[in-house]
């Protein structure tokens, strides 16, 4: 009983908070199935005669599907090599050597730096491999984040020494020691890797903007944003798109949502 | 076949020094425990020999070979560790097998021998747990077979027994002792337990402070300890120190106002010429005193400290607290006097200065 007089205070904001929180996403449903003017006063709150010809519309009148597996392949080379670099970055970061501390500062310096301000080189670099317009280039500037590999860090960390040690001196190399012992020893800073690198890189919209030229290689912020200059009174389509490209991001999230919260709270209490 | 040898060994951190050019000597099959307070140097010793800490000046020789460049992968050795380092995620079977895996062994042979372990060590039930489904015991076994399966030529124990309780401490060192006698294999054990230590060893080494004190059997560092350290730090209850004064000619030495010990021959000459020593009476050297004793000491008994086998009285010799081990069948009591006696036979002699024993002078 006092218990449960204590906590439903905190209960009652919390539900609120979220209920708040829900509100634009609510707004985004509902606009999807009604289509009605979102600037009308006053707003309805359900929607009047709800369809889903606004999701057949952009089924049909743009290549969505072809954007979708774009969008999906890029985002599997991202996490995919997100997690073997990360995690062999982070593991060179828990030994010793000389000089760690000076990667340590430029990894967290470099962090600070906007990719904006990188995107020049990016594009130099990715246009002298000739990867402009491909799958590769695509990825290439997502391939590592430097806070997943501080995530991984931090969580290696907190393998004892001692597993390592034994490894090493039954002669399990080291690639075997990331891969077999201290990635599986690690769920939570796995699946923080998979949900940053996969949300980043779903979402990313300057960089596809600026190294694809055909509409067959376009990501789905890229054709959302064409979407939105061609067809000018189409607020119904428009946010059934936002529902569809929305839809895997809340997929992952909730495959890997508690390993997530774990990882980044563990990532927080280490140094 | 495996000797391993020390030559000169030290250990530094940056500019501290934690171990202090050791040399030590193991012959093959030998079991060797390195034994002394927390912080001396043991585990740092004991990985230097596995390869996990570079040698900052000396050598390490495994068989003849020096070993100081080589990977601890390279050394042939296998080494169970304090907390065991069980991998979480794999199951017993797997846990034995992961480091064989590495070395091009048949299946075949990976899985005879993981069977064989697993008899040897009684785990042939759990071999498909994790870790975390086992006692502390079992654990323990589960990293010896580990260990074992790798057919070492030297193996190395940090603290394997020190998170067991009391009692399974006790059946876990007759199985490592069991374990020696049927591997045959050249073992180096550390422990800060000197009943560990005298129980396993073939040969103790006694550590303080990054340098060794004694290397002798278990019966040689127990009956003629190199220091009062070695004195006191081998044997329980611990040794009694109490300052004597030495007769000029070195032929008896005072403890108390008409307690004179006379020490046996070989001491006299180191004695001679000394007005202090430190005397080492160890507790079961105390007797009751009977007509044939020449000195006695009459003394009160402060505390009675009885464990079944044996009675602890704890008393003092002028102003110094003493302690010794009687039969119980006395019936003492606090309160209690008594006239006691000591066998000069079994009494050491140490320099009061720097705690050395005056017998490395008898000769
Ligand atoms: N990485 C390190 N840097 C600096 N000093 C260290 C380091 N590792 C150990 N030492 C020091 O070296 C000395 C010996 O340490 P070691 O771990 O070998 O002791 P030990 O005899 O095994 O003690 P214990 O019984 O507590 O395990 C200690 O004084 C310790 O403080
Ligand atoms: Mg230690």
């Known amino acids: ?271 | 076949m495996a000797t391993v040898e020390l030559k000169n060994v030290i250990k530094r951190y940056g500019d501290l020094e934690v171990v202090h050019g050791v040399d030590l000597a193991i012959a093959d099959k030998e079991f060797v425990v390195l034994v002394g307070p927390s912080g001396c140097g043991k585990s740092t010793i004991l990985r230097m020999i596995a390869g996990l800490e570079d040698i900052s000046d000396g050598e390490i020789l495994i068989d003849d070979t020096v070993v100081n460049e080589l990977e601890p992968k390279n050394r042939n050795i296998a080494m169970v560790f304090q907390d065991y380092a069980l991998y979480p995620h794999l199951t017993v079977r797997q846990n034995m097998s992961f480091g064989l895996e590495n070395h091009k062994i048949a299946k075949a042979e990976i899985g005879k021998r993981v069977a064989d372990a697993s008899v040897i060590l009684g785990l042939e039930d759990y071999m498909d747990r994790k870790p975390r489904q086992l006692s502390g015991g079992q654990r323990q076994r589960v990293a010896m077979g580990r260990a074992i399966v790798r057919n070492p030529k030297v193996f190395l124990f940090d603290e394997p027994l020190s998170n067991l309780d009391a009692k399974l401490r006790g059946v876990m060192r007759t199985e490592i002792k069991k374990l020696h006698q049927r591997v045959a294999t050249t073992v180096i054990f550390v422990t800060h337990d000197q009943v560990e230590a005298m129980t396993l060893a073939d040969r103790v080494v006694v550590l303080k402070d990054g340098h060794v004190e004694q290397i002798g059997t278990p019966e040689e560092v127990y009956h003629t300890p190199a220091s009062v350290f070695v004195a006191g730090f081998i044997g329980s209850p611990t040794m009694n120190f109490i300052t004597g004064s030495v007769s000029s000619s070195g032929d008896s030495v005072r403890l108390a106002d008409n307690f004179v010990l006379t020490p046996p021959e070989h001491w006299h000459a180191a004695l001679a010429g000394r007005r202090e020593v430190t005397v080492g009476i160890r507790p079961e050297t105390f007797h009751v005193a009977d007509a044939e004793d020449a000195s006695v000491l009459d003394i009160k008994i402060d505390v009675v400290e009885p464990l079944g086998s044996d009675t602890m009285i704890f008393f003092k010799i002028d102003s110094a607290e003493a302690v010794a081990r009687v039969v119980p069948k006395l019936g003492l009591r606090s309160g209690d006097t008594l006239s006691v006696s000591v066998d000069t036979q079994a009494i050491h002699f140490f320099d009061p200065e720097n705690g050395q024993s005056l017998r490395g002078s008898e000769a």
């Open chain 1, 1 to 271: 009983m006092m218990r449960k007089n204590r906590t439903w205070p905190i209960h009652l904001a919390l539900i609120t908070i979220s209920m708040v929180m829900l509100i634009p996403f609510y707004w985004v449903l509902k606009t999807s199935v009604a289509g009605e003017n979102i600037f009308a006063y006053p707003p309805s709150i359900l929607p009047k005669d709800p369809h889903v010809f606004f999701f057949v519309d952009v089924w049909y009148f743009i290549p969505f599907v072809r954007y979708f597996f774009n969008s999906i392949f890029v985002v599997t080379i991202v996490i995919a090599l997100n997690l073997v670099f990360n995690a062999m970055a982070g593991y060179a970061l828990t030994k010793n050597f000389r000089g760690k501390k000076v990667v340590m500062l430029l990894l967290l310096s470099c962090m600070m730096i906007p990719f904006q301000a990188t995107i020049i080189p990016a594009y130099l670099v990715t246009a002298k491999m000739g990867l402009l317009n491909s799958y590769i280039g695509l990825a290439l500037p997502e391939l590592s984040h430097i806070i997943c590999i501080l995530i991984f860090k931090a969580s290696f960390d907190a393998v004892p020494k001692s597993l390592v040690e034994a490894a090493r001196i039954d002669g399990v190399p080291e690639w075997k020691i990331i891969f077999k012992v201290m990635l599986p020893l690690s769920k939570s800073a796995i699946a923080t890797n998979v949900i940053l690198s996969f949300i980043w890189s779903w979402n990313q919209l300057l960089w596809p903007l600026i190294i694809i030229r055909d509409t067959e290689m376009q990501t789905i912020p890229l054709g959302l944003s064409y979407f939105l200059s061609y067809f000018e009174d189409t607020t119904g389509a428009l946010y059934a798109f936002c529902v569809m490209a929305l839809v895997p991001t809340i997929f992952v999230f909730l495959l890997a949502q508690r390993q997530f919260i774990e990882g980044l709270t563990s990532g927080a209490t280490k140094e």
